[in-house]
């Protein structure tokens, strides 16, 4: 089983509840990643969490208590810690709750996935766009590497994305975005949130991911090499 630990870029859907439009959810990659795998997927990740409150509010007990050896977590965590640098500082308060939620993991048999925040859709006036997580993602690559711990890099991925569709386009993976493309008319909240993702958005993220997980577990590496068949001919 994959369980999910993070905040609400990684959260179930809202049904369409925020935007007042079925067809436009507000969700979280992990609300789509199930489509993407044959294990199941178990999304504790809930909005606002923080390294911190995911523990206090009782979501890492839902967790642990149904965790296999064998299981994978995916932790998803940061955009909410940044708020709190005095207590959950990149390298302070957030990677000692980060390595703790590593350390049970392992303990448990199962086998910790860390993932880089996604980026925020904030581009400046010149169309250049922002690094809006500071110092955050770069201190998830380094626990990786010091915790061997495989790192999806959620943040490299999506600064691409943004950048390749552009400013204009890649508005569609939000739901201002797309509800702009439909006519339809959302609140003065949704209109400037480029954090959250709709559908697209979602879909987009939680295939890279689904592919990460895939790579990680050697997928495709029994595959006779296509190059063969071209040496063949």
């Not at 990659?29 to 044959?38: I, M, N, R």
């Not at 909005?47 to 208590?65: M, Q, S, V, Y």
């Amino acid at each position: 089983m994959i369980h999910l630990a993070g905040d609400s870029t990684v959260a179930p859907t809202d049904n369409g509840d925020s935007a007042g439009h079925a067809e436009l959810p507000l969700l979280g990659w992990g609300d789509e990643l199930a489509a993407f795998l044959a294990e199941p997927v178990s999304n504790r990740a809930f909005g606002g969490a923080t390294t911190a409150t995911f523990r206090e509010r009782g979501n890492w007990k839902l967790i642990t208590d149904e965790l296999q050896p064998g299981d994978t977590v995916v932790f998803g965590f940061g955009h909410n810690d940044q708020k709190e640098p005095e207590t959950l500082a990149a390298e302070g308060g957030y990677r000692e709750r980060l390595t703790a939620f590593i350390e049970e993991v392992r303990a448990a048999g199962a086998k910790p996935v860390l993932t880089t925040s996604v980026e925020r859709r904030m581009f400046t006036p010149e169309g250049a766009l922002r690094y809006s997580h500071g110092p955050y993602p770069a201190e998830v690559r380094r626990l990786g590497h010091e915790l061997d711990v495989p790192v999806i890099d959620l943040n490299a991925f999506t600064r691409w994305l943004y950048t390749w569709l552009g400013e204009e386009a890649s508005a569609a993976l939000f739901v201002h975005g797309a509800a702009a493309e439909r006519g339809i008319e959302v609140s003065a909240d949704l209109k400037k949130d480029n954090t959250h993702y709709t559908t697209a958005g979602a879909v987009a993220v939680a295939r890279f991911v689904a592919e990460g997980l895939h790579a990680l577990n050697g997928e495709g590496s029994d595959a006779v090499p296509a190059g063969l068949e071209m040496v063949r001919k």
